[in-house]
């Protein structure tokens, strides 16, 4: 499983069974790798992904639109209603802009996977412009919450980007985990029916990760990852919208595990311990540097 193909196959099947169009685009900045399956999809690449997206798709739903005037004339002339002095200047104004949601939902899916580092700085402005545009444009984000060339100081974590995404307010938001299958596949499957942009940060292993199960299960106890889903759709108020369904233990500041373990003396034990955000760093190996490892003598209660 790779980073991103592990999610991007989901979102594919979600979109070939939900949308009527048998078309989908996915485009990408060039994270996809070599062995994603894109069955079924049009995949472009483009260094400016979110915007090209925005272009692609103003240019598939206007190669739509005289589809669409044909058509609402039709039904006008079907229900003996059509007059060309009131209708035709109308018609003739209809643009993307003005694709009812029947009309909306028809067109082909575009779908964006991007690395949590191109929506930093600039990009961050590119995001926000598609989550603002009211376009059914969705954006993917698969990335490792643990990886230890993030920075130095964890400062593009990209755990914060649903966040932000939230704070736009119609936009559909998931953030979610590989190690939540259900919560991601129930999100990806509510996101491609939604006909609003959409964002979903993803957390995954990275490629090269022994442990990367143990990893993203840490990263969900530690907080580092969260579970939920901003649905505008949903509701006039936030407690409508949100959902926090996923998390481990949310009624505690940390989940509470019982682990077994074998004391100095050879004798089983169990022991509860509060798994945090800390322990969740302790299994990158490439943050050990951040960890000082006390010798048994100078342990303590």
Known sequence: MTSVSGVLRPLVLV???????????????GSLPPSTDTTGVRSVEHPLALEAAVGLHDGIASRHVPWFRAIRAAR???????????HDAVLARLDVRGLS?????????VAVVIRPGRVRGA??????????????????IAAD????????????????????????REAFVLESTL?????LV??????????????????????????GDRRLAAALD???????????????????RFSLDGNPQPERPWPRHDFAYTDAGGDSRTRSEALTWAHAVALEPGHRARFLVLPREAWSD
Do not use: K, N, Q
């Open 15 to 29: 979109v070939d069974r939900r949308r009527p169009s048998s078309d989908a685009v996915v485009v990408h900045d």
């Open 101 to 109: 949601a029947e009309e909306a939902y028809v067109l082909p899916t």
């Open 76 to 86: 006008l002339e079907v229900e003996a209603a059509y007059d060309a002095a009131r």
């Open 179 to 183: 190690d939540r299958p259900r919560h």
């Open 222 to 240: 530690g907080r580092a990852t969260v579970c939920f889903r901003y649905d505008a759709g949903a509701g006039v108020t936030w407690a409508d």
């Open 123 to 140: 990009g961050l402005a590119a995001l926000s412009d598609v989550l603002r545009s009211g376009r059914p444009i969705h954006v993917l």
């Open 145 to 168: 919450p643990l990886a230890a060339d993030a920075a130095s100081s964890f400062a593009t974590h990209a755990t914060g980007l649903g966040y932000v995404a939230a704070a736009h």
């Open 186 to 211: 129930g999100g990806l499957r509510r996101m491609v029916e939604v006909l609003r942009p959409a964002a979903a940060v993803v957390s995954v292993p990275s490629r090269d990760a022994r442990t």
